[in-house]
């Protein structure tokens, strides 16, 4: 599911990329991919005194004597002027780590995106995953955790929106991720350090030669916070709570698109079979959704569950998972609390700290003000416009910044019924060809953020720029040439051009706040420029996500995260349109729609990245939206904060090895 994201919202981040989905916006700018393998080096092991023996016991069944670990690598100081950081994903992965997924490379590309990086072949021709200790291994690694000095305390992160439900079933906002996260446990989990699937409660998983039958191997020590064992008869009820009738589940369209079936073999072994071969698989099956205690939610009718006590936390002894933290508290519009987990089943994730609260504080300049008053120690998406003020007044605050997902656009309403304008091709180029997108990035953004050549973020597996056709760069005066072409003509010397007695003019509607603040004049005048009036109509996000769901405009600015396999069919296909899909202008080519189904279920890697740029350039050279740029995240966090490590994969992903030093 795509969510669309609002400059002064959080991190938001993207499961399922098919879904019929109930969309919820949240936001323009709200965080990010591959990042750059810094250089192949040899496999060099950074150990912790508390993780020697794990990565001890790897290195031996590998049999490579460990290294020295590595130096911390020293990145260049975060300054609005520097150009060269700005673009480097900081993700903390090491040249070790680098080394590493290098070298089980030819693995990984055997099977692409059926196993995790070092996927290798078991018995006969069945591919293994990585275990629960190979990928902990991983982490150990690749970022340079410290050991903590100092046990307990409470860290705060605050966010301009409140939490909406407890229930990571019915999840739809972003906020509710950094609470739902911590408590809850997939089968398989998102990899920090490049965005592949990596185990959870299964320590690996087996797929099978004609890569439909997948195999998930659970861990025997799980337990649900109430101490009830967790077992394959909870992950059967799970996906039976996804595929039922009633259900909630915004991904729903997704696990049924891939799943052919699934069933309990014993009570730690889970089979699932695809209806075929498909690339998607574990992300669309497995890897969007927590498994669910079959006994709290059992006797609950599947769409009663977004208003039962366990979603809405009226009764705390329903709020029950499996995760390294316990809830504590929500207090509605105010904070929601997690605390640690004793008896985590994983021995070597148990938390350092106390407890992790979201404070809400709705305000995008009021919500940075905390933390640099330091009433709270993390605040994501912090505006590139106060990164220098913030450097200069309060320099002890550490800045993270990395490529993010995020990309952000206008929407041309190209509806049969009600697209007034932007049916006409000519007018969408015009949209791109009248705006200086540099300049939108150097100056507006301050240098967080690259210009979109194509749809597919930097970090997409099939971020291609060089290879995308057209290109479209600042020339006001093709724009206007191709309104004229259209037949569109100043003659009555307002300035704005009209057509049969029509203006090209049109309301201009946009979430209030932020980068928009400086973004929405400078595109006025722009268009200005060329004859095409928008007349701004600033609102909360809820007003935008009503317009644009009833077509209620021509022109509107949005933007959105994706997701790290680089599928985007339900962003363009046409059968994608809304409701059905995340296709918010209505534009449709069946050209497309086939390279899609075809990208699905190719399996050679390479063979289906080559699909994905041939997509990306039928989205450019049909200028099906005007891609602005695809911004970066900038994270912000007190230097008593230690082994935090954000990156477009999560901001607080490591919340398990976080420690305070007071």
Known sequence: MAAVNDSTSGDTSSRNPRSKTTLVILGLLAVAIFA????????????LAWKRTLIAQVEQRAHAAPAPAPAKAEWPALTSDNAEYRRVTATGMSAAAAGMLLRTAGAQDATPDAASPVASPASGDVIKSITRDEYEAQLAAAFPFE??????GQVIFVSTTDITTLNPHVRTDVAATYIIGPMFNGLITTNPIDGSMAPDLADYWEVSADGLTY?????????WHDGTPLTTADVVFSFDAVLGEGSLVPYQSDVAQVVKSYRAIDDYTFEMTAITPTALFLSKAVGAFSVMPKHIWENIPLSEWGSAPGSTG??????????????GEWVTNDHATVV??????????????????????????????????????????????????????????????YDSWRFNFLLPNQDEETGTFFKDVNLRKALYYAIDRELIVEQILFGYGVVADGPQPPLSPAYAPDEVTPVYRFDPEKAKALLEESGWVDSDGDGIREKDGVKLSMAFPFIEGGVNTQLVPYLQQ?????GLEILPEAGPQTTLIDRIMSMDYQLSLIGVTWYADGDQGVLFRCDSATPNGFN???????????????QVVELD???????????SNIVSEDAALTILYFDQGIVGSQPRLKNFFPNGYGVTWSLNWMWVTE
């Open 340 to 401: 640690r987990n004793d008896d985590y089943w994983n021995k070597n994730q148990i938390p350092v700290l106390d407890s992790f609260t979201l404070r809400v504080n709705p305000e995008s300049n009021a919500a940075v003000q905390t933390l640099l008053t330091g009433e709270t120690d993390i605040a994501a998406n912090i505006p590139p416009t106060q990164v220098e003020s913030i450097q200069r007044d309060n320099p002890e605050i550490v800045l993270d910044a």
């Open 584 to 598: 918010l202008v209505h534009w449709c080519s069946p050209e497309y729609d086939a390279l899609d189904d075809q």
């Open 36 to 47: 750059g393998l810094c250089a192949l080096g040899t496999w060099q092991v950074h150990r």
């Open 605 to 615: 890697r390479e063979k289906r990245m080559d699909i994905l740029k041939q997509m």
């Open 215 to 223: 195999t998930f191997y659970l861990t025997k020590d799980a337990k």
């Open 526 to 530: 722009c268009y200005a420029d060329i």
């Open 314 to 327: 009226t009764d705390p002894s329903q709020v029950i998972g499996s995760g390294p933290f316990k809830f």
């Open 147 to 152: 050991e903590p000095q100092n046990t307990g």
